[in-house]
């Protein structure tokens, strides 16, 4: 059965590079290996080739030769976004490279970019990636951030004021928007990769696509499940090493192992909070946002949040909505199921919690939430929060959160949200 399960897993992988399209640089030929498997993300697939047995980077934590990452375009369906071909550092991956090389075809390929890993210098356009970076202990290998201003991780902030600084170790350079990065910043860092979040119709990366650095498309944030998204962590983890003072002639430790476990952490405490929300009678009915100008966005039912409330045992009331990602509504499609709304749970950023009357001033239509009326309003500043940074890998404090506005505080107290 084990043998069956490999082959089927080496012909799937076959068949997703097969349906690759556009090409950056060479790949090799789809060939046998040994897929990951994974459990929740719909989007990412790991192969892995080669055993280790013939390489002295077994010991030190790499057990292939070389890894293959395919991503799936989330937005249209049977084709990839991007293929990654990861190659340990050293002289049997120069070896590797060379064999890849030899073998190099014409036939239909994605985007592919080839890794040498570990990744010691990147640019990390994405706060919640900069936040695993430092769980995984491969922190050092972050030299350059986007939209420094709303990542709440102090010693980023640290380590960004001190660039310029030619006698300080490790140093982040602030490299700008992430809409519109500063070239010239990003050139003198030298990364090896640059990790940024994938968009429908971008059109490219514009001069990024010229600087020939891999770039990580992390489109992990597209996954519709919390535990989907979360286990992204193992590819990420294959990319960098573990900080520390590692002999120059050993290739330190990957943050591969960290990645595993820590994932079998979140999805252990995920699903015994999900069980024990379960055996409770349905809880409250919540909604997360508020209108944005003309529009009201709201998490579609098969979205990571409308599955969040859905494992919370809360109510929603878009929960029978198929879609998995935000439903942009008319405030008057909102305000029409506004007396069903029990608790309004909703971000902002900046300045102090936003009162009653100046909610009214915003928009006079909040009262027709029964939320509202009732003051069970939540809210989370997240430019003094780490919201994001947290629970984009860690769904299991969202899930808590939401469990205890559904059902109450014998879960423990709120993390994020505020009354």
Not at 6 to 19: D, E, K, N, P, R
Not at 102 to 116: E, L, N, Q
Not at 184 to 210: T, W
Not at 345 to 373: C, I, P, R, T
Request: aromatic share 10%; glycine share 8%.
């Amino acid at each position: 059965m084990k043998k069956l399960y490999i082959l089927l897993c080496g012909a799937t992988a076959a068949l997703l590079m097969a349906a690759c399209q556009g090409e950056k640089t060479a790949a090799a030929d789809a060939e046998a290996g040994d897929t990951l498997e994974m459990k929740y993300a719909k989007l990412l697939t790991i192969v892995k080739h080669g055993d280790g047995e013939e390489s002295s980077d077994a010991a030190e934590g790499i057990d292939y030769q070389y890894a293959e990452a395919i991503i799936a375009n989330p937005w249209k369906a049977g084709t990839m976004l991007h293929r990654y071909i990861l190659i340990p550092k050293g002289e049997e991956g120069d070896k590797t490279v060379a064999m890849l090389a030899r073998r190099r075809s014409t036939g239909a390929r994605c985007t592919t970019d080839t890794v040498r890993t570990p990744v010691e210098r990147s640019a990390v356009f994405i706060a919640p990636h900069c936040q695993l970076m430092y769980e995984l202990g491969c922190q050092q290998a972050i030299r350059g951030v986007c939209d420094l201003d709303y990542i709440n991780i102090p010693d980023v902030k640290k380590r960004a004021a001190l660039s310029g600084n030619t006698s300080a170790q490790n140093p982040i350079v602030d490299c700008g928007s992430s809409m519109a990065p500063d070239i010239e910043r990003i050139i003198a860092l030298k990364p090896e990769a640059i990790l940024l979040s994938p968009f429908e119709n971008s059109g490219g990366y514009g001069k990024l696509d010229k600087l020939h650095v891999p770039i990580i498309e992390a489109a992990d944030y597209m996954e519709s499940s919390p535990l989907g998204r979360a286990e992204w962590m193992k590819f990420y983890g294959m990319l960098f090493k573990k900080d520390g003072n590692a002999p120059k002639t050993a290739l330190a430790a990957s943050c591969e192992p960290k990645a595993d476990s820590l994932f079998a952490k979140i999805e252990k405490e995920y699903l015994k909070l999900k069980a024990e929300a379960a055996g409770y009678p349905k809880g409250l009915s919540i909604l997360t946002e508020r209108k944005t100008g003309n529009v009201w966005y709201v998490p579609g039912g098969q979205s990571t949040i409308g599955i969040l409330l859905k494992d919370a045992n809360a109510r929603y009331i878009f929960e029978d909505d198929q879609h998995s990602g935000s439903l942009a509504m008319s405030p008057e499609q909102i305000l029409a199921k506004g007396k069903q709304v029990d608790v309004w749970a909703f971000k902002y950023f900046g300045g102090a919690s936003l009162s009653q009357a100046q909610l009214l001033q915003e928009y006079d239509g909040y009262k027709a939430l029964a939320a509202f009326s009732r003051g069970n309003i939540y809210q989370v500043d997240t430019s003094t929060v780490p919201y994001f940074e947290l629970t984009s890998f860690h769904p299991e404090l969202l899930l808590r959160e939401f469990i205890i506005l559904a059902h109450g505080e014998r879960f423990g107290k709120l993390r994020f949200y505020k009354k």
